[in-house]
């Protein structure tokens, strides 16, 4: 399992040197708005509830708060977003033996802490599966991100343009004639915004600016 290529969220390293501080309240919160979605969402498709969903980012933010000081930031050996995965992945574990105490965890082995590797934890179809689960969601939430940033950026009626058209489907005409605007308007808008949105992708990838 190797997160280290597709690190589209990777998280600053100067952002981890902060949290490390943990009076730092700005950053942890700063921290928090950027991965509740994320470690929620991934919780949620892995079969827990709302209510369990949310315990497990509360508990996860805990877990990274308990051990970012032995954390080093190499995306050659281990990235972030790898090390997030584990400690999320172990919290919905926590949350499923809550359901049944009397069951073991389905991978947690003898000696696994916190720190061990995932790779090492996980194999085969399951390990397959849950990497793909939490690609798709690293992915889904770095778009979301971006297009609010470029939402915030846009008057209303070039964003309606947007969304009608490239994000929600519709005809090109319909959207012209809904919205009371010429159907080149509609093409040029889309064109436009999406340049926005792939840029701010970018920015996002490369800065890491969480």
């Known amino acids: ?88 992945l172990w919290r919905i574990q926590d949350q499923l033996r809550k359901r049944h105490p009397e069951e073991t965890s389905m991978h947690r082995k003898p000696g696994d802490t916190d720190r061990t590797n995932t790779v090492e ?15 798709e969601e690293w992915k889904r939430d770095l778009f979301e991100r971006a297009l609010e940033r470029v939402k915030a950026q846009l008057p209303e009626k070039p964003f309606q343009i947007f969304d009608l058209y490239a994000l929600q489907g519709w005809p090109a005409l319909e959207v012209a004639r809904s919205l009371g605007v010429s159907l080149g308007r509609v093409y040029v808008t889309k064109h436009r915004i999406a340049a926005l949105l792939k840029k701010e992708t970018k920015r996002l990838r490369a800065k890491a600016d969480l």
């Open 121 to 135: 934890r996980l194999a085969g179809p399951e390990e397959e599966r849950l990497t793909a689960l939490w690609e």
């Open 1 to 88: 399992m190797d997160f280290r290529k597709s690190d589209s969220l990777a998280t600053h390293a100067s952002l981890l040197e902060r949290l490390k501080q943990l009076e730092d309240q700005g950053s942890w919160q700063e921290f928090y708005t950027t991965y509740r979605k994320l470690i929620f969402s991934f919780a949620v498709k892995h079969g827990l509830t709302g209510t369990e969903a949310e315990e497990v980012v509360q508990e996860t933010v805990i877990t990274v708060a308990r051990n970012l000081p032995e954390f080093r930031y190499d995306p050659e050996r281990c990235s972030f977003k790898t090390w997030l995965f584990t400690l999320t």
